[in-house]
């Protein structure tokens, strides 16, 4: 198993751009996590979707950000437009919940928006 | 929400030595505490979880205690290698199925 799989792996854009990123959740997993990771706020779940529907989205920041899960095996997370503050690494992770709740982590997109 | 608080924030020991973090959460219908271990510029790696109905779990050098009355719990690395040297994340979940992080332990082990 190829693990969770995120592109890209390294975003620069300028302020006011749209960003995309993608994830593959690993095969047979039924939920998909966003998570963004900064020094000051550590590690924060921005939205999680089960079987393919958004669950709870209370995290994400404002309207600027957006996620989508079109089918069980690809997640987008939109930022538009993007600002500076939104510079951070992001994570995808994926899990099979009735299962366990053990969630395995992408490598992470690191987003520098200038 | 839950609300999971981790200290300390940074710890260091001598190789061989033990290493305690500890974490509380406020949610008592959390019931999966899963621990993180995140080396520089990777991505975070499941290396222990425990489950409301365990109050102790061990793995080689790795163990990890819930009381969950005081709804706190902890991970304990004992004889500690410089390949232990990370920042380590403790987090609770519960019907939500969502994490809630702590804020990180930044550990050293020096040789």
């Known amino acids: 198993d190829a693990g969770v799989i995120q592109s890209p792996r390294h975003e620069v854009t300028e302020m006011g751009q749209e960003v995309t990123l993608r994830c593959k959740p690993i095969s047979g997993h039924n939920s998909l996590f966003w998570y963004r990771q900064t020094m000051m706020r550590g590690l924060e779940l921005l939205i999680y979707f089960n079987n393919n529907v958004p669950i709870d989205d209370s995290g994400m920041p404002e309207d600027r950000f957006s996620a989508k899960m079109p089918n069980a095996s690809f997640s987008t997370l939109k930022i538009q437009p993007s600002e500076p503050r939104d510079s951070a690494v992001y994570f995808c992770?994926?899990?099979?919940?009735?299962?366990?709740?053990?969630?395995?982590f992408g490598p992470g997109t690191r987003l520098t928006v200038l | 929400g839950e609300n999971v608080e981790q200290h300390p924030s940074t710890l260091s020991v001598q190789e061989g030595d033990s290493a305690v973090i500890k974490c509380t959460y406020s949610?008592?219908?959390?019931?999966?505490f899963p621990w993180y271990k995140q080396e520089l510029g990777k991505r975070p790696q499941l290396i222990i979880d425990i489950r409301s109905n365990v109050g102790e779990k061990k793995d080689q050098r790795i163990a990890v205690t819930l009381n969950k009355t005081a709804k706190h719990f902890s991970l304990h690395i004992t004889e500690t290698q410089p390949e232990d040297s990370a920042v380590y994340f403790c987090a609770a979940s519960g019907s939500g199925y969502a994490l809630n992080f702590g804020k990180g332990t930044s550990l050293l082990v020096t040789p």
């Open positions: 992770a994926s899990s099979h919940i009735g299962l366990n709740n053990e969630q395995f």
């Open positions: 949610d008592s219908a959390s019931n999966y």
